[in-house]
């Protein structure tokens, strides 16, 4: 079944317009599915647009690790929260994604996506990844989604 936007006027279509909001918020919200009892989850993330993945960190142990090992296949978004309008209406843009989710064990890559993660999540993050030790990092449970799949919705954008 294939669904897509009813508003073609609000559709986002632009894969740049699209990687800018992964890019840009901190936070995703994924929906994962183990038997036929879903799961959602927020997010802390760090988007990686030249392999068109999301890096996040958890716990070593939970819910989310049991769904994920169960069945790979997750549904996110992202949104970017604009508030009402002068109209009374709302503004927002969402992108939604499907993808495949992994754990990450190699520890060059875990190198690699915390160092994207904390790019995107931190204000000073060459100081943050100065700190991290690859002894600790070796110990951190990390994941990857890789994104094959995204659209996107808008509603005007307020004026500054």
């Known amino acids: 079944m294939s669904f897509h936007v009813r508003r073609k ?3 986002i279509t632009d894969s740049d317009a699209l990687k800018k909001v ?21 997010l802390s993330h760090g988007y990686d647009e030249t392999r068109n993945c999301l890096y996040f960190h958890c716990a070593d142990e939970g819910k989310k690790l049991v769904y994920l090992k169960a069945n790979s296949k997750v549904w996110g978004q992202a949104v970017l929260d604009y508030g009402v309008t002068d109209e009374c209406d709302y503004a927002y843009t969402s992108v939604h994604f499907k993808g495949t989710g992994s754990l990450i064990d ?13 790019r995107q999540l931190s204000e000073n993050p060459e100081e943050k990844l100065a700190k991290i030790k690859p002894e600790k990092l070796a110990k951190t449970t990390m994941g990857r989604i890789d994104i094959d799949y995204m659209s996107g919705k808008k509603h005007q954008k307020p004026k500054p």
């Open 9 to 11: 006027d609000r559709e």
């Open 22 to 42: 992964l890019k840009s918020t901190k936070y995703v919200t994924v929906a994962l599915c183990r038997g036929n009892e879903p799961y959602l989850v927020s």
């Open 106 to 118: 190699d520890l060059s890559e875990k190198q690699h996506a915390i160092e994207v993660l904390v």
